[in-house]
Structures are given as C-alpha cells and as structure tokens.
C-alpha cells in the first residue's frame, strides 16, 4: 500500500478557448534537449512529436506548460465544431473558456511560482447567457435541437482522437501519481516541513502551506503593494521547500516515461496518428448533425 501522498492544488490562469496552430513557439526545446518541432524518438521505430509528449506525458511542471498545439486539442476542435454548426444554423457561435492549468495537482511549475505566485491572473471570459424569454417557443425548440445536435457533431469530430488518447493518458496519470510513493520523494519530502519553517511558515504539512496561502492570496480583491509582494514572498517559500521534492519527482517521471513509452509503442503510435489527423481537420468547416 503505497502512502497517502502530498498534493499540490490546481490553480489555473482563465483563458478563452482558442484555435490552436500546428506549430509550437519559436525556439520550443523538446525532451532531451531537442530544439524546434522535430520528431522524439524515444524508443527504437517509436517518432512522436514533442508537441505530443509535452502536451499529454510531461516529466515536469515546466515542460507540462510548454506552448504545445495537441494539448487542449480535443476541446479546441470540439468548440470550433459545435461554434460552426451553430453558426451555419444561424445561433451566436457560443462555447465555454477552456482553463489552462499552471500547478498541476502532482507536478508544480515551479519556475512559473517562482515568477509570477499562486495568483489567477486575468479576467475569467465569460459567454452572455442566452435569454431565453426573449424567444418564441418555436425559437427555443430550435435553439435546444441545435444545442443537442451540434453538440453530438462536435464530438464525433474528436471522437477517434478521444478513443487513442483516455486509456493511455489514464495508464500514464495513474503510473506518475503512484511514484509519490516512492522512497526517493518521501525521503525529500521529510525536509519540507522543517524547510517552512526554517522560513516562518509554521504549519504542519502540505495542505496547512495552502491554507496559509489562500489566506494571503485571497485577501483582498485590491492589494496593496506590501500585500502583492507578500503573496509571491509565500509563494516562493514553497518553491525553495518543494523542489526537492519535485527534482526527486522529475528524475523518476523521466525515467519511467521511457518504460511507459516502450510498453504502449503501439498504441501511442495510434495516438500520434489520430493527433496528426485532428490537426490536420479545417478549422473552419462545420460538421453534419446528421453524419452517422
């Protein structure tokens, strides 16, 4: 029975969801060090982009956050669908904002921490509700057939993308938040406490960290200038503690990525193609309701 371990929570930057291209940013360094966007061989007859292998099976918090054009793919290619079907049928293209995660629950970007704090930074985007008692019945019923509709085109659209990606992503996920368990991160983890301490956050573990945290991050809508630097002050005490913790974690995702690729080549080589195929798919081109 593996221990109970440490979490970090999700804290995400609000943003509106947006076409994604097939490039990644200029100067993208891939795994092992591999600059621009060509291919990682990471087992023998196994090519993946790192576009791919950052966007779904990161080793790190930094690298999880590298610009990537397949990550939120799915739910990109899904509400450009669902916004052109409704579009051809005469509705306001609507879909919800998509949120993109900065501290992921087991794998904290630290250098993100370091810079910029726990704070949510921007405005949520938000999508004017449809005031429906303003609509005829007439309009309603074809506002809700379109909703439902467009809806099931959408997802057929990602549908095959969705089939390769779940079952590995969820091997993947469950295989990296098994290894807190692992001797190397416990060992680590023994100095964290003392380590907050040491810089006058007195709490007894890692969730009494984020209860403290909250408390300074969320004091106040408009803080004062002293508050603000207090806020990354806190927010850089957990990084000086944490990354112990995390480089013992890095050094084990990274090693264990190379099994998990070499026992799931076959598949991944599916999701490779099935992402190819995505992208590849008009970003502007509507689906049928009515396609089987």
Request: charge should be neutral; include cysteine.
């Amino acid at each position: 029975m593996l221990p109970a371990a440490p979490s970090v929570r999700r804290r995400g930057l609000v943003a509106g969801l947006t076409l994604l291209t097939l490039a990644c940013s200029p100067g993208h360094q891939g795994i092992g060090g591999t600059k621009g966007n060509g291919p990682i061989t990471p087992v023998k007859g196994l090519s993946l982009s790192p576009d791919l292998v950052s966007g779904y099976f990161s080793a790190s918090g930094k690298e999880q956050n590298t610009p990537s054009a397949i990550r939120h793919l799915a739910e990109s290619r899904f509400g450009e669908a669902f916004a052109a079907c409704n579009r051809q049928r005469g509705f306001p293209a609507e879909f919800s904002p998509q949120e993109i995660e900065r501290h992921d629950e087991h794998m904290p970007d630290l250098p993100y921490i370091q810079a910029h704090g726990f704070d949510i930074a921007g405005a949520p985007v938000t999508i004017p509700p449809v005031d429906y008692n303003k609509m005829s019945q007439g309009e309603q019923d074809a506002r809700n057939k379109a909703t439902v509709e467009c809806s099931d085109a959408a997802r057929r659209t990602v549908q095959a993308f969705k089939d390769q990606l779940d079952p590995l992503y969820g091997r993947w996920q469950a295989a990296i938040e098994s290894l807190q368990g692992n001797d190397a991160v416990i060992k680590a983890y023994a100095g964290f406490v003392t380590c907050l301490h040491g810089n006058g956050i007195n709490v007894p573990d890692e969730e009494g960290y984020f209860r403290y945290s909250d408390a300074v991050v969320f004091a106040g809508n408009n803080p004062t200038p002293d508050q603000a630097a207090r806020k990354l002050q806190v927010a850089r005490v957990y990084v000086t503690c944490i990354t112990p913790v995390e480089n013992a974690r890095i050094a084990l995702r990274t090693s264990y990525r190379q099994t998990f690729f070499s026992d799931n080549a076959d598949a991944l080589r599916g999701l490779q193609q099935a992402a190819n195929d995505l992208l590849r798919t008009s970003q502007t081109g509507s689906p049928t309701p009515n396609a089987s």
